[in-house]
Structure formats: C-alpha cells, structure tokens
C-alpha cells in the first residue's frame, strides 16, 4: 500500500479545486493550473480535503501511480499558494547574464551570448551572479533551471560555469597534485 498515497491532501485557504471531465483544476492567488490524473487513480474531493485511490491494486503500477498522482496535486496546491524557485550561480571570470524583456542573455564565454527564452508561467531574476528561476509550476521550474545549467555545467577542476546555489562540486586533483602523491 502507498503511504503517501493514503493521505489526504488539504484545500488551503483561498485555494479552490475541482475536477471536471477527469481533469484536476486548481486556482490560487498566484495562478491556476490543471492536470489529468492516470487513468488508474481516482481523484475525489470531500470537503476541503482531496482524496487519491487506487481504481484496481492488482494493476502492475497502481500503487507508484497513487502516490505520484497525490504528490502532484499536492505540488499544484503549494505552487499557487507559495510558488516555487531555483538559484544558479554562475562562476569564471567575465560570465554574466542579464534581462532583456522576458529572456534570460547569458555571457559564458563562447563567440555569442546565449539567450535562453522564458516559457510561460516563469521569470528571470538577476543579482550580481545568482539567477532566479521561479513558477507556480514545479515541473517546469526545475526543468528551465535544469536546461539553463546544461549550457554550461561546472568544470570539475575550478568550478567554472553554472551550478545549482546549494550544490556541492567535488572538485578533481589537477596535473602536478595527482604526480606528487
């Protein structure tokens, strides 16, 4: 059985849910979003709590599919209440990035500078060398962040590039440092 799966999801105040044609909708003072559960989960809503079950338990992926879909409308919820955000830093001499309307231009030294278009529902925040991604929709804030830090991942002998702000780089023993030992 899935424990996540088992509990109930609380309606926040100022948070309103429903399902209409299998599809859940939730609005929230930061946005709406929608989701369409799988087809072998069912979603009900009692009072101010939204229930996930199972439809058949003997279904091969049933009870990975209950508690994921109870996770996601939990996710959705919290986005509009909260939202959500991601920091990068970005290290190496003369890597910059900068706003241009609602696009994020990275300077990380290649011949041109990068520009990463912002999809719908995300924005860039800058300051000094940490960028900002932010959302109501978790999937798609760790997924701009993810895409932005692809550009140019930290090299494992200085650090140089994008990182994540609270990720930790294990850092490699360069030429004359591995001969000595």
Known sequence: MSRIGKRPIQILDGVEAKIENGIVEVKGPKGVLKMKP?????????????????RNLKEKNAKAFWGLTRTLIANMIDGVTKGYEKKLELNGVGFKAR??????ILDLGFSHPVKVE?????????????????????????????????????????????KYQNEILKKKLGKKAAGAS
């Open 118 to 162: 912002a999809p719908d529902g995300i924005n860039f925040l800058v300051e000094k060398n940490v960028i900002t991604v932010s959302g109501i929709n978790k999937e798609l804030v760790g997924q701009t962040a993810a895409s932005i830090r692809r550009i140019r991942p930290p090299e494992p002998y200085k650090g140089k590039g994008i």
């Open 38 to 54: 799988i087809s072998s989960v069912d979603v009900l809503i009692e009072g101010n709590e939204i229930k996930v079950a199972p």
């Open 99 to 104: 706003i241009e309307g609602k696009d994020l």
